[in-house]
């Protein structure tokens, strides 16, 4: 079947522009995870949502940056504002929900690569 | 602040061999830890997991091995293919959804 994806898969903008990142989880995943990797650093969790729940929001970095989920399916991260720190590659991925924990196993988009002159 | 951190970015090794990842980490409140192995421009994908009630997991050519004392687990690969050429990620989860990831090493099988 297929996998989780995002678009685009890599995105050049200027500082101070708004830009927003797409995926699309695995059909059926009921948790969707957002992450990104700075240059020489491990993933950083940003957000997450299950099913109707309240999103964790514990890791977005400013509040530059908003998430939402439509319909539990399609999610949108958005950038406003942005700054060159925040050039990264941002990674999406979705898992079936069985207890919320580190067992279920979260599967990943390609990335989209932002780079913010 | 990295919680969890690979110390080698790379690491070289001939088909067949071992390979000996590693990875420490820093928050004593970690009790499951994972392995995520990354081919270039596709996502990370799940590899092999341990629980901190455990010592050692074994699935087929990988082994994952966990010392809680010295906060540090070690992924073996034996024995290397060429297909294992890849990023290595090393995660971590106090147990929850939220991983910490290492930055990676870059394992390069040679023929």
């Known amino acids: 079947g297929a996998g989780v994806s995002q678009s685009p898969s890599n995105k050049v903008t200027e500082k101070g522009k708004d830009v927003e990142l797409r995926c699309d989880p695995i059909?059926?995943?009921?948790?969707l995870y957002w992450y990104r990797q700075s240059l020489g650093q491990g993933l950083e969790f940003l957000i997450y949502?299950?099913?109707?729940?309240?999103?964790?929001k514990s890791g977005l970095p400013s509040d530059r940056f908003s998430a939402e989920r439509t319909g539990g399916s399609v999610s949108t991260l958005t950038i406003q504002r942005t700054q060159q720190e925040d050039s990264a590659v941002y990674l999406c991925?979705?898992?079936?929900?069985?207890?919320?924990?580190?067992?279920?196993?979260?599967?990943f988009g390609p990335g989209t690569r932002l780079t913010v002159l | 602040d990295q919680q969890v951190k690979q110390n080698s970015p790379s690491l070289s090794v001939q088909e067949g061999r071992i390979s000996i990842l590693n990875c420490d980490y820093t928050?004593?409140?970690?009790?499951?830890f994972l392995w995520y192995k990354k081919y270039p421009a596709e996502g990370p994908t799940f590899l092999i997991s341990?629980?901190?009630?455990?010592d050692k997991n074994e699935d087929g050519r990988f082994t994952v091995f966990l010392n809680k004392s010295a906060k540090h687990l070690s992924l073996h690969i034996v024995p290397s293919q060429p297909g294992d050429s890849a990023v290595y990620f090393c995660?971590?989860?106090?147990?929850?959804?939220?991983?910490?990831f290492g930055a990676g090493t870059t394992v390069t099988v040679r023929a």
């Open positions: 991925a979705s898992s079936v929900f069985l207890a919320g924990g580190p067992g279920d196993t979260q599967y």
């Open positions: 928050n004593s409140m970690f009790d499951y």
């Open positions: 995660a971590a989860s106090a147990n929850d959804y939220k991983l910490s």
């Open positions: 059909s059926g995943h009921t948790a």
């Open positions: 949502f299950q099913g109707n729940s309240a999103p964790d």
């Open positions: 341990i629980s901190s009630i455990k």
